[in-house]
């Protein structure tokens, strides 16, 4: 069964810190990995978006990693801000999948003052 | 604001009922998604269409159906309501068929309550 899984599962970090929340899959093939910020009660919104073929993409203080051999993605945020509370999921789209995305759960970030 | 609108924000109703979400897509996008997150679950794809035909299914249940109109605005209907229906509903829409490397731009959603 194809699966996104996260981890952690939720994250407090203080504000100026860094993290790197983690994405492992089995979907296989696929044709691209996404990175979403969704806040509270709110859509998701579009951080970054990598083919099987790239290694890492950024946008901003977020930088995205894929490892296609070891199916495994990070999200790294450099200098968090308050403002970055909130669920960052990772969604693959399986190969001719009709843009199917398969969701992960996410991982729920706190950034503390 | 990603442009893409969904209507009504809240939706309280019983069990047993119906309700219809309406669902307006960013100007030039011709397909429309639908998707559910359950409390504290991952979103779920329901369903997609694209200009106006279905495109692609994925976990909607029988009491669920969806059309997407000649503007291209859609609506996802919901009948013989659950508890366990209650959820936020979300729409995306992009400009491709789904074939593609194309973004999906999310709508604000509809937080449907089933008492």
């Known amino acids: 069964k194809n699966q996104v899984e996260q981890s952690p599962q939720s994250l407090i970090i203080l504000e100026g810190k860094n993290c790197t929340l983690q994405c492992n899959y089995t979907v296989s093939p696929f044709s691209n990995l996404r990175w979403y910020k969704q806040d509270t009660g709110r859509g998701p919104v579009s951080l970054t978006i990598?083919?099987?073929?790239?290694n890492t993409k950024s946008n901003g203080r977020y930088t995205a990693t894929l490892d296609a051999d070891t199916k495994q993605s990070s999200l790294h945020i450099t200098a968090s801000q308050l403002s970055d509370s909130a669920s960052y999921i990772c969604?693959?789209?399986?190969?001719?999948?009709?843009?199917?995305?398969?969701f992960g759960a996410g991982t729920r970030l706190a950034v503390h003052p | 604001d990603s442009g893409v609108t969904q209507t009504p924000k809240h939706l309280i109703t019983a069990t047993g009922q119906r309700v219809t979400l309406r669902c307006s897509p960013r100007?030039?996008?011709?397909?429309v998604y639908w998707y559910q997150q359950s409390l504290d679950q991952g979103l779920q794809f329901l369903i997609q269409?694209?200009?106006?035909?279905?495109?692609a299914k994925g976990n909607i249940l029988e009491r669920f159906s969806a059309q997407q109109f000649p503007d291209l605005h859609s609506e996802l209907n919901l009948s013989s309501l659950e508890l366990g229906d209650s959820a936020l509903y979300f729409c995306?829409?992009?400009?491709?068929?789904?074939?593609?490397?194309?973004?999906?731009?999310f709508g604000p959603g509809t937080r449907l309550t089933v008492l």
């Open positions: 995306a829409s992009s400009v491709g068929g789904g074939r593609d490397y194309t973004e999906q731009f």
């Open positions: 969604v693959v789209t399986p190969s001719g999948g009709y843009n199917k995305l398969i």
């Open positions: 990598m083919t099987f073929s790239e």
């Open positions: 269409y694209y200009n106006g035909e279905e495109r």
């Open positions: 100007s030039g996008d011709l397909s």
